[in-house]
């Protein structure tokens, strides 16, 4: 006997309590893994959201982090993967004040600049999620209206179920309808059905509860849209429906069913009802049919993401089951068909003229040669030339046996075309013109949709690009190597970057970092934390004032948002090196002899996190050829391994790595490396240097007789170098630029004579920031401001550094020795 639904409910919304009937089968079955996920799906169905996620604490309270979402892409709407608890994003708000919070594409606009939050034409909302461990719900909305009144009230039962049981409404009572027949009721979602249709479903009559959801349940995941676009009353429309989908069997495959419906319009207290019948379709046809297959590709372009993922379904969903011979799927840019995807891919499978234009990975086929396809475009309507027709031999030979051409268009706009080829003659029935006629259509949507993706992609990896360095310098001693990979999930710009910073007196810094979220702010705070730590660098402070400064300025900005670093400087004269670490992962040493080292090095809390923070110096000694590893943790960390497993394996995989070749090394590296996250990878063999510069220093006190003291310094150093050619102009420099020195700043003088070569480098340290100014002109009765026309007149070359509290004045002179 089957069961029966009462039709009605009075005073209550009917979406409304169909969203409760299903969140209370979902909060009635056992504890399973994706039942979160399910109830969030609900909220696709009854609110009209685009995409939901719920957020949690994260175990240290300062984040709010996703831990499940359903919908479409989050990159395309823009939400981030976690929230500062404090921050001031749209969930944060909502947690803290413990209301919800409602955003429509005005208010977004108005703080899309401010906020990470999507910045189309989205409604958004946040709500608390009542539970212990506190969090939120946010849902995004593509829909021009955003949510309404019984949107809201459905995404306030979502979220009451995401913590806590729903409530399931009683069954009502009506009369049986035949064996293979239903009657479903659009606005409860009770369904009455024959004694056949539960056996297709592998129900008894005592196993069934009269929803539907019970018999949704059973459907195979792929086919669920298009089951729940014929039982959503909002996606039904008046009139006959036909869907094939599977079922879930016991034991075996999924059963194919054919579900034939029509929607009849309710009143007079009576709700709209969907009445029909449910046969088995498995003994209809012997393999996939038309409209499974649709449905199958729909499905798969639902997820493609990009051009070439767009093909990628193209080709799944119709080669094999049309058992075609070769299959082509191409952009049309400007006159040329760009190809994405090609099977097979060999180039010994297609005719010449595409191997002819076989430029990189796929060839470019000019639509002039083949004016029979570019008629086909102009036209918009998908062809199909049988066994035989008269064809330019570029397309004749794509498919001798039959050739279908399907422009691929969206509206007035023609972005691509597929070419499908077979090599034995081959029969086009209908229904098989009407599946490629479907298929075209599907494809070009998601085709221009990819496009716009792939567009803002890569602008998205330009503007990464922009700010990293161009190019690393050359250095004395020994040779760097950097990449970079973005992340291939979503739009989302990443805060991993690295510098390499030429440092005086031969020494450099290796700089890696990364900045917390994956965003435009995060990029653009990147760029600034780079641009700091070089300045303060070059500066001339120490590696932990570089470090601590940088801190600062990150907490004063007031950003959501922190950063971690590893900051190396490298004496490349000496082969030690200084390193600061402030929340990063420690360098990896390969040691000359193939042994490697993780360095325990001893770390400060991230950047930015707090302003009373100390970041302490740990010294490295680097032997010639040692090689020093730097990186992010999207080249270590994964799913399956933490951060220790994956710095592990890094050490082994450098170990047994040539660093002769550091650019094969480091591709090597990134070869395997997981793109869930961007990646930074910085390398440096230190090789020695074969010319070490000789070095004095002098400290220049304040007495009456101090240049003097300057000047025999400089002479009794200059003959034990045995550099005397020029003496005389280097005793009259040093003059100049100690009395300036002493005559304009206050403070510690300090003299560096450095010979490299037959180059004589002098410098004058000292404590005032302000740069010697030459003067434009000197008249016969002015007493001072010639010596700075003296040193640049005796000088090969002469400027000004700055050096941490002051300034350094140099002079170079060709020194023969």
């Known amino acids: 006997m089957a069961n029966v639904v009462g039709e009605g409910a009075a005073g209550r919304s009917t979406r409304t309590l169909r969203a409760e009937g299903a969140l209370a089968t979902i909060a009635a079955e056992p504890e399973s893994p994706d039942r979160v996920r399910r109830v969030l799906e609900q909220a696709l169905v009854f609110a009209g959201a685009a995409f939901v996620a719920v957020y949690t604490h994260s175990g240290d309270g300062e984040q709010l982090r996703l831990v499940e979402s ?33 955003l429509g594409p005005e208010e977004l606009a108005a703080q899309a600049q401010a906020r990470r939050v999507p910045a189309r034409d989205f409604s958004l909302a946040a709500l608390p999620v009542r539970h212990d461990s506190g969090g939120c719900l946010l849902a995004v909305s593509e829909r021009p209206g955003g949510f309404d009144t019984d949107d809201r009230v459905c995404l306030g039962l979502v979220t009451d179920a995401v913590a806590l049981p729903g409530r399931q409404p009683a069954p009502d009572g009506g009369g049986d309808p035949a064996p293979d027949a239903f009657v479903l009721a659009m606005d409860t979602g009770r369904v009455r059905v024959g004694d056949d249709i539960l056996d297709l479903f592998g129900l008894g009559p005592d196993d069934f509860d009269g929803r539907v959801e019970t018999l949704v349940g059973r459907t195979v995941p792929e086919d669920l849209p298009s089951v729940m676009s014929v039982v959503e009353s909002d996606h039904m429309t008046i009139g006959e429906r036909e869907l094939e989908f599977r079922v879930v069997q016991p034991a075996g495959p ?63 969903a119709l080669r094999g089951p049309l058992r075609a011979d070769r299959i082509a799927v191409a952009e049309l840019e400007s006159d040329r068909l760009v190809v994405t995807v090609l099977d097979p891919p060999e180039p010994d499978a297609w005719p010449d003229l595409w191997r002819a234009e076989w430029r990189t990975e796929w060839p470019e086929a000019p639509v002039r040669t083949m004016p029979t396809l570019a008629a086909v475009l102009r036209e918009g309507r998908a ?19 039959g050739l279908a051409m399907l422009p691929l268009s969206a509206g007035n706009r023609t972005a691509g075309a597929c070419l499908i080829g077979w090599d034995t003659p081959h029969d086009f029935g209908a229904d098989e013109r009407a599946l490629l006629t479907a298929a075209a259509g599907l494809a070009g949507q998601a085709l221009m949709r990819a496009r716009a993706f792939d567009a803002e992609h890569e602008l998205v990896g330009m503007l990464q ?99 971690t670093c590893c900051y190396v400087d490298v004496d490349l004269e000496q082969g030690s090196a200084w390193c600061v670490r402030a929340g990063h992962l420690p360098p990896v040493l390969r ?10 090095v ?29 990186t992010t943790d999207g080249l270590v960390e994964t799913v399956e391994a933490d951060i220790d497993e994956g710095m592990d394996h890094l050490a082994r995989r450098l170990a047994a790595a040539d660093p002769a070749d550091l650019g094969v090394v480091a591709d090597g590296l990134l070869g395997k490396a997981p793109r869930s996250d961007d990646v930074a990878l910085l390398l440096m063999r230190y090789e020695g240097m074969t010319l070490r510069p000789l070095r004095e ?59 490299v070569g037959d180059r004589l480098r002098l410098a004058v340290a000292d404590a005032s920031p302000r740069s010697p100014a030459k003067p434009s002109s000197i008249g016969w009765e002015a007493t001072g401001g010639r010596g700075i026309l003296l040193v640049e007149a005796l000088s090969a070359a002469w400027g000004t550094l700055p050096v941490s509290g002051g300034k350094q004045v140099w002079a170079e002179l060709g020194a023969h020795r």
């Open 602 to 630: 001893e770390g400060g809390p991230p950047l930015g996190v707090t302003a009373q923070a100390d970041f302490p110096m740990s010294p490295l000694r680097l032997g010639p050829g040692t090689v020093v590893a730097l």
């Open 383 to 401: 062809r199909i030339w049988p066994a035989g027709s008269a064809l330019e031999t570029s397309l004749a030979e794509v498919g001798p046996g």
């Open 697 to 755: 220093t002098w400290t220049v006190w304040r007495v009456p007789q101090a240049v003097g003291h300057a000047r025999r310094f400089t002479r009794r150093t200059l003959r034990s170098w045995d550099a005397t050619e020029d003496l005389d102009a280097a005793l009259l420099v040093v003059s100049e630029l100690v009395t300036n020195a002493l005559v304009h700043t206050e403070g510690q003088v300090r003299l560096d004579l450095t010979l």
């Open 465 to 563: 690009r922009q700010l990293l360095p161009r190019r690393l310098p050359r250095l004395p001693g020994a040779v760097a190597v950097a990449r970079y990979l973005p992340s291939t999930a979503g739009l989302e710009l990443g805060g991993d970057w690295y510098d390499v910073i030429p440092l005086p007196d031969n020494h450099v810094a290796l700089v890696i970092g990364d900045v917390q979220g994956h965003s435009a702010g995060a990029a653009t705070l990147m760029g600034q934390m780079r641009t700091a730590l070089r300045a303060y660098a070059v500066e001339g402070h120490t590696p932990d004032v570089v470090v601590s400064h940088t801190n600062r300025l990150l907490v004063d900005m007031e950003s959501d948002l922190f950063a």
């Open 70 to 102: 359903a919908g479409i892409p989050r990159a395309l709407c823009g939400v981030r993967d976690s929230y500062s608890a404090a921050g001031h994003s749209p969930a944060a708000d909502a947690v803290r004040g413990r209301r919800p919070v409602w």
């Open 591 to 600: 040691h000359p002899d193939g042994s490697t080292e993780i360095v325990e």
């Open 254 to 316: 999924p059963k194919w069913l054919r579900l034939r419906g029509r929607l009849l319009p309710g009143g007079e207290g009576r709700p709209a009802r969907l009445v029909g019948s449910v046969a088995d379709a498995s003994t209809l046809r012997a393999d996939v049919t038309d409209v499974a297959r649709v449905q199958r590709l729909a499905t798969a372009l639902t997820t493609a993401v990009t051009v070439r993922d767009v093909g990628k379904a193209v080709v799944a």
